[in-house]
């Protein structure tokens, strides 16, 4: 993807909650990063402080916690046109209990601390912005914590699935499992009980 493509794919994102002029969006652009990631590598692990917000221009990756057995618990699968990050490592600057890695390899556009305080500054509409992105974010972890108590493993497949179909067919049946909160035997036997129905 090439540097107008990435850049439009921000901005059009952006779009959905201010309107920017043609010099904002050019210093909007000024004060984001370029960052890859290859393919099973790491964006960021555990006991680092979050340096970045992340806007996904093209891959996927997961964001997890391990438990005290080093099973992974995914909270949230990152693809094209998603922020992801740790907001509150971001904030307080305290390390993060998270690991971002790449499924695929993937490009991103990271916004530092400092240029997200400078922004505010500068635009001041983007509070408006960023402040409907975390609503938003806020209301799909409260929906995901909702489904993971009143749903059976097999209804939170189902509506992973119709929720995100641009994601399902690129990750892995144990990766969905730790996503799902079941065991890869479980999830196999939940895929082809629904691919049968």
């Known amino acids: 993807m090439n540097f107008k493509e990435t850049h439009n794919l921000i901005l059009n994102n952006v779009s959905r909650f201010i309107h920017l002029t043609d010099l904002e969006k050019q210093k909007y652009i000024s004060l984001l990063t370029e960052i890859e990631v290859e393919k099973k590598t790491f964006l960021m692990q555990a006991g680092e ?37 740790d907001l509150s490592s971001f904030m307080t600057k305290e390390p993060s209990m998270y690991f971002i890695k790449a499924i695929e390899t993937s490009e991103l556009l990271g ?40 749903l059976t493993a097999e209804e939170r497949y189902v509506e992973f699935k119709k ?3 641009q994601i399902v067919s690129r990750i892995t049946q144990k990766d969905l499992a730790a996503y799902i909160g079941i065991t890869p035997e479980f999830m196999s036997k939940i895929i082809s009980k629904v691919n049968r129905m």
């Open 49 to 85: 402080v979050t340096k970045y917000e992340y806007f996904i221009t093209k891959g996927c990756l997961k964001v997890y916690t391990l438990d005290k057995e080093g099973s992974p618990h995914i909270s949230m699968f990152a693809v094209e046109d998603y922020w992801t990050g």
């Open 111 to 150: 916004i530092s601390r400092a240029n997200y305080d400078l922004l505010f500054q500068e635009i001041p509409k983007f509070e408006r912005f960023y402040r409907n992105l975390y609503q938003k974010s806020l209301i799909s972890y409260i929906r995901r914590s909702n489904y993971g108590i009143s």
């Open 163 to 165: 929720k995100y179909p």
